[in-house]
Structure formats: structure tokens, C-alpha cells
């Protein structure tokens, strides 16, 4: 990426609305006018000290004064209407940008990285990406005031004078520079080791009941202890390049300080351009340490933000969302070719094939981590394959629009998530069409969804994270009637009841089976007994198909399955 390109990413999200962009930058012409109309202000009132100019004076302090109030005054509007409401724009743009991104992401990718980090990641990027947004601008333009009012000053006081200024000026940046990107290694290290350390609380506080229950309070803070340490120890490394960079604006701002000192000796100065002059130096010297600081912070966060970046954008994206043709379903029929599918450090499928009829029941069934979950994901169209394709009569999902596929797909995952929001607006959430009353009682009462109605609020009880929890079961249910009302043509259960107790179980079961007889159901069940009545059972073993049948046939065979079977029965 060139240097242009990156600056372009960069200020990207500002430049969507052009308008906020002038009203960040009006707001610092503002900031810097104060400062150099103040210096104008002292210099007039010390000239008219310097002559004695009595009768003007009280005229010129008040207006000195009232200068200021209005200042002041004004600073609250200014800062409320450039500040802070472009800030919460830019906000918005990144989150509403980076969320949309997010769900464009190859799923596979998402999976691997995990859920703690990407929060993580995504939360600092965003704050820090608007933070060095508003900085920058700000810095900006204050440094380009400053150095053009320099050059007007400077420039009474004759060329050499602005070539001195500027000969000082590339001086001081040099060795920032250099300085700074000496001291931005450790810093690096430092925030490498700092998303360690979120990760860490993560893990902390989504694991509470386990390490309470294990007694591991000690262990897991000795481990963030020592990310804070090593932090800290990168901190103290940076920390001796950054004294030495904020030094030198200030020895050569003592060198000049001194210049103007022994110059007076030489040419006589009045007194108010010397006040001017020293006030002028300051300013200067404050705008450059600020510049300073905003480079060097700028160079340490950035790479927070380029975390982000490359999580999101340089990242592989879930292809065929929109593109290709439409999906047209027909049967239901599924067919797997030659299948690879691995997680980073997990081979799953290897040259996997499986043709599943349509319009009929498939169980999967097998030990944990045998691959069942991965199978209907990949069939679900929520992974891709590494090689080989999944086709759905006779359409491979490379090459239709995933939407069209997905509108199709009924898939409840192992462990269903609610939203915040009313149980209706849940219910209703992946509905193809209006839901009338009538359909929505029948989801109810099939689903055994009955506890709905306990509540106070009924459908319209507020659930989620900050209101009604419900319980694994609970939300089990809920996902079951969100199906039947969804109704759709391939049903993708990944143990739809193992929340429940055989009594929900069965009738869950029974309406399952009475809905959707004549479609293409796909069903992973621990419990052998929910899969008797399937016509097709398939029993996988780290991912390939060991044994395949229907029940009789698997009893007959007296083979895996039957073995299942059997532990499981005596209980
Ligand atoms: P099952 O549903 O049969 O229990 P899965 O399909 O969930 O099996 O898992 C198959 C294999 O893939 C397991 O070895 C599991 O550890 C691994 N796996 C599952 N999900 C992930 C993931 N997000 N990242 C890495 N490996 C995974
Ligand atoms: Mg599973």
C-alpha cells in the first residue's frame, strides 16, 4: 500500500461526509485564532505601556477582556457542535461500516479466530480509529497555523530569519522521527501484549463458575499479572526515547530563547517586540510539542487500528452472498463431492462424498468431535469447503447467491442465541412472510413453548441479555417454534432437544416428524431413540461414514450402532 493510499484509508470514514470534515477543521482555526489574537493583544497593550499611552489603555484591557469572555462563551458551542458531534458521527460510520464488514466474513475465518478476540479487536480499533481521526485534523491544522503565522512574523524580521526557522523546525522533526520509530518496537510488543491481557479478562469473566468452582482465582490473575509486567517493562523501554523527543523541542527552544537575549544587546528591541517575541516562541514551542505528542501517539495506535484492518478487510470474505445465480429449490436433494474442510489446526474432511435423498429424514450420529456439527454447517452453507462442493438440487452452493439458499435453510444450532427484543420480535425474526395469530399459537403450542404465556407480558415479554433470561431449554423451544414458523424447506437440527426432558423431548419430536414428513430434514441426535423412526441413518467417525442404514438394518449389523444402542439403553 503507498503512503497516499494509506492516508486515503485512513481519513476514509471522515470523508463520507465531507461536512464534518470543515466543521473539525473550523473548529481548530478557531482554537489556534485565540492564541495568536492573544500574542496581537499583549503586544498592543505593552507598545502602549512602552509609550505611556494612558488614556487608551482602559479601552484596550477591556476589549482584551471581552475577547476573552467571548472566547470562553463560545468555546462550549464550538466544542458541541465541531467536537462533539462529529465525534459520535465518526463513531457511527466506523461501527455501522465494520458491522456490515463482519457479517460479510467467511465464516470459516470468524470460527477460527474467536468470538473474545474479535471482540476485542474490533472495540479498541473502532474508539481509537476515531480518536486518531479528530487528533490528526486537529494537529494539523494547528501546526499549519502556526508555521504560516511564523512566516508572516518571521518574515518583518527578514528571509534568514524564516530560513533559520525552518532549518530548526526540519531539525527537530528529524530526530522525532528517528527517535520515535526507535521507541515504536517496544510499543508494539506492548500492545501485542495488551490484547493478551483483554483476552484474558475475557476468558476471566466468560468462565466465572469454572474457576470459581476450581478454585483458580489465583492461577488465571497471575497470568494477567503477567502481561502488566511485561507491558510494563516494553512501557519503560519506549518511555526512554520519548524523553529524550520531548526534550528536544525544548533545548532548541532555549537555544533561540538565548538567541534573542544576546540579539537585544546588539539591536535595540522595544520592549513590546521582545514580550511579542517570547509569547510568539512559546506558542510555537507548545504547538510543536503537541505535534509531537500526536505523532508519537499516532505511530503507537495506529497499529491498533491495523489490527483491525486486517482483521476485517484483509481478511477472506464469505463469497456468494449476493453474486452468482439464484437458487432455485426443488427436492432438497443434497450431494457432497470430494469434500476438504479444515479448521486451522483441525483436518476434518478429507475427499468426504455423501448424497442425502431429498424430502425424507437423515439422522447423523456419532462420537463428539466426530464431525457432525462441521457436516450440516458446510451443508447449511455457513462454511465452505476447502475443495469439493456441497450441490443442492443439483446447484453447487459455490456458485448460487447464499441469500437466495439461505431463505431456504431451517437451521437450529447447538446452541441457539436469543436477541434482545420482545419473544414475539424473536419469533418472528427469520419469518418468510406476515405471521398471522393462528400460526403463531400453533409454533407455540408445538414447540412447547406454553411458558411464554406465564410471563406478565406474554409475547410481548422483553428477553435477552438485560431482561428475561430464559433457560437452555427454554431457548431451545423458543428456536424450535421460530423454525415450524419459518417453515422451510431443508431443516438442519444440530440436537434441537438436548436441553429437554424426554417428556418435551417426545412430543417435540412428534410434531417435528407430523410437519415436516415430506421434507428434506437433517437431524443430529445423541439420543438414539429420537432417531429411530429417520430412513436414513449415517454414523460418522472422524469424518467419514462408518456405517449407514436404517435402524433395523444398523441393529442387524450389530456393528457401531448397535453398540451405541446398547450403552445407551441400560441406562
Ligand atoms: P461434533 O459435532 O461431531 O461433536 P464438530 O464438527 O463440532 O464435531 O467438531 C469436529 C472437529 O472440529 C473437532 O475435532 C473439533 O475440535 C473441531 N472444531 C470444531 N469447531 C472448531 C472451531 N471453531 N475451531 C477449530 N476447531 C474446531
Ligand atoms: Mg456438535
Do not use: C, P
Given at each position: 500500500m503507498t503512503a497516499f493510499q494509506a492516508i486515503k484509508r485512513f481519513f476514509e470514514p471522515i470523508f463520507r461526509e465531507p461536512g464534518y470534515f470543515y466543521r473539525m477543521v473550523g473548529v481548530n482555526i478557531f482554537f489556534a485564532s485565540y492564541s495568536i489574537l492573544s500574542v496581537l493583544f499583549i503586544r498592543e497593550i505593552t507598545h502602549i505601556l512602552e509609550v505611556k499611552n494612558l488614556e487608551v489603555l482602559p479601552k484596550y484591557i477591556v476589549l482584551y477582556g471581552v475577547f476573552n469572555i467571548v472566547f470562553f462563551i463560545s468555546t462550549y458551542f464550538v466544542r458541541q457542535w465541531g467536537w462533539a458531534e462529529s465525534a459520535h458521527h465518526l463513531l457511527k460510520m466506523i461501527h455501522r461500516d465494520y458491522m456490515k464488514r463482519f457479517d460479510g466474513l467467511d465464516n470459516t475465518y470468524t470460527e477460527n479466530i474467536g468470538t473474545g478476540k474479535i471482540i476485542s479487536i474490533a472495540a479498541k480499533g473502532s474508539e481509537v480509529w476515531m480518536g486518531l481521526i479528530i487528533d490528526s485534523i486537529s494537529s494539523i491544522t494547528r501546526l499549519v497555523i502556526a508555521i504560516a503565522w511564523a512566516i508572516i512574523i518571521l518574515s518583518n524580521a527578514g528571509w534568514m530569519a524564516v530560513g533559520i526557522f525552518f532549518a530548526l523546525f526540519i531539525i527537530v522533526h528529524i530526530?522525532?522521527?528517528?527517535?520515535?520509530?526507535?521507541?515504536?518496537?517496544?510499543?508494539?510488543?506492548?500492545?501485542?501484549?495488551?490484547?493478551?491481557?483483554?483476552?484474558?479478562?475475557?476468558?476471566?469473566?466468560?468462565?466465572?463458575?469454572?474457576?470459581?468452582?476450581?478454585?483458580?482465582?489465583?492461577?488465571?490473575?497471575?497470568?494477567?499479572?503477567r502481561h502488566t509486567d511485561e507491558a510494563k517493562i516494553y512501557n519503560l523501554r519506549a518511555n526512554d526515547y520519548h524523553v529524550a523527543m520531548f526534550s528536544l523541542p525544548s533545548f532548541v527552544f532555549f537555544i533561540i530563547t538565548i538567541s534573542i537575549l544576546i540579539a537585544t544587546l546588539h539591536i535595540p528591541l522595544s520592549f513590546a517586540s521582545l514580550v511579542s517575541m517570547f509569547m510568539i516562541t512559546a506558542v510555537l514551542k507548545e504547538t510543536m510539542v503537541d505535534s509531537i505528542d500526536f505523532f508519537k501517539n499516532f505511530t503507537k495506535q495506529i497499529y491498533t487500528v491495523q489490527k483491525m484492518w486486517l482483521l476485517f478487510d484483509d481478511a477472506p470474505k464469505l463469497t456468494g452472498l449476493h453474486e452468482w445465480e439464484a437458487f432455485l429449490f426443488k427436492k432438497g436433494e443434497i450431494e457432497i463431492r470430494n469434500l476438504s474442510f479444515d479448521y486451522r489446526w483441525n483436518h476434518v474432511f478429507r475427499d468426504f462424498s455423501l448424497s442425502i435423498t431429498g424430502g425424507q429424514k437423515t439422522a447423523l450420529v456419532g462420537l463428539s468431535g466426530s464431525g457432525k456439527s462441521t457436516l450440516v454447517k458446510l451443508i447449511a452453507g455457513y462454511l465452505h469447503p476447502a475443495t469439493g462442493e456441497v450441490v443442492v438440487d443439483g446447484q453447487s452452493l459455490n456458485e448460487v447467491k447464499l441469500r437466495d439458499y439461505y431463505s431456504h435453510i431451517g437451521y437450529l444450532t447447538q446452541d441457539p442465541s436469543v436477541f434482545d427484543g420482545t419473544i414475539l420480535e424473536n419469533l418472528t425474526y427469520g419469518a418468510r412472510s406476515e405471521v398471522s395469530e393462528t400460526e403463531l399459537r400453533k409454533a407455540i403450542e408445538l414447540a412447547q413453548c406454553e411458558f411464554i404465556y406465564e410471563f406478565q407480558d406474554g409475547l410481548g415479554t422483553e428477553i435477552g441479555?438485560?431482561?428475561?433470561?430464559?433457560?437452555?431449554?427454554?431457548?431451545?423451544?423458543l428456536a424450535i417454534a421460530k423454525i415450524f414458523i419459518k417453515n422451510p424447506e431443508i431443516i438442519i437440527l444440530d440436537e434441537p432437544t438436548s436441553a429437554l426432558d424426554s417428556f418435551?423431548?417426545?412430543?417435540?419430536?412428534?410434531?417435528?416428524?407430523?410437519?415436516?414428513?415430506?421434507?428434506?430434514?437433517?437431524?443430529?441426535?445423541?439420543?438414539?431413540?429420537?432417531?429411530?423412526?429417520?430412513?436414513?441413518?449415517?454414523?460418522?467417525?472422524?469424518?467419514?461414514?462408518?456405517?449407514?442404514?436404517?435402524?433395523?438394518?444398523?441393529?442387524?449389523?450389530?456393528?457401531?450402532?448397535?453398540?451405541m444402542l446398547e450403552l445407551q439403553s441400560g441406562f
Open positions: 530526530g522525532v522521527h528517528f527517535l520515535n520509530s526507535r521507541s515504536s518496537e517496544w510499543r508494539k510488543k506492548r500492545v501485542d501484549t495488551m490484547n493478551e491481557y483483554d483476552r484474558q479478562i475475557v476468558k476471566m469473566i466468560m468462565s466465572k463458575f469454572e474457576i470459581l468452582q476450581n478454585n483458580r482465582i489465583g492461577r488465571e490473575i497471575e497470568v494477567l499479572d441479555e438485560k431482561w428475561v433470561r430464559l433457560s437452555g431449554g427454554q431457548r431451545q423451544r418435551s423431548e417426545e412430543k417435540i419430536n412428534i410434531a417435528f416428524h407430523n410437519l415436516f414428513s415430506w421434507r428434506t430434514v437433517i437431524v443430529i441426535a445423541h439420543r438414539l431413540q429420537t432417531v429411530k423412526e429417520a430412513d436414513d441413518i449415517i454414523v460418522l467417525e472422524h469424518g467419514t461414514i462408518v456405517e449407514r442404514g436404517n435402524h433395523s438394518e444398523l441393529v442387524e449389523r450389530n456393528g457401531i450402532y448397535a453398540k
